[in-house]
């Protein structure tokens, strides 16, 4: 079963970048498909927004509100999943979560759809940006 940790959340004006780690075991064969989603303040589990996915061919997908400003990428071993921010806004704030499931979630932050009911999460690490 595979296990994500998440970390580099914090706060940040305007317009400043983080890049957030996810660290990922149990997935050395490949099988599971890694994004990121992330939870606005208020908002329940079932409202998690897909953010920016990528599948086994290295192919990315991002929420429109994101694109050109975010950036998923993994290393070599597929063991660490990052996601680099950049030109943050104040919307960009919220919990955000690892996620892996058996399919790509690459269609799901397009077509702005929850993850699968039996996808896996991490613990979340949180994103502020102030105005």
């Known amino acids: 079963q595979v296990h994500l940790v998440e970390s580099g959340g914090g706060t940040v004006q305007n317009g400043g970048s983080l890049k957030l780690s996810c660290a990922v075991s149990?997935?050395?064969?490949?099988?599971?498909?890694l994004a990121w989603f992330r939870q606005a303040p208020g908002k329940g589990r079932d409202r998690r927004e897909g953010?920016?996915?990528?599948?086994?061919?290295?192919?990315?997908s991002y929420l429109r509100s994101v694109k050109g400003r975010f950036t998923i990428s993994q290393d070599n071993a597929n063991s660490t999943l990052y996601l680099q921010m950049d030109s943050l806004k104040p919307e960009d704030t919220a919990t955000y979560y690892c996620?892996?499931?058996?399919?790509?979630?690459?269609?799901?932050?397009?077509?702005?759809?929850?993850?699968?009911?039996?996808?896996?999460w991490g613990q979340g690490t949180q994103v502020t940006v102030s105005s």
């Open positions: 953010v920016a996915a990528i599948d086994s061919t290295g192919g990315t």
């Open positions: 149990g997935n050395s064969d490949n099988k599971y498909y």
């Open positions: 996620a892996a499931a058996h399919v790509s979630l690459r269609w799901h932050v397009e077509q702005r759809f929850p993850a699968p009911t039996n996808s896996y």
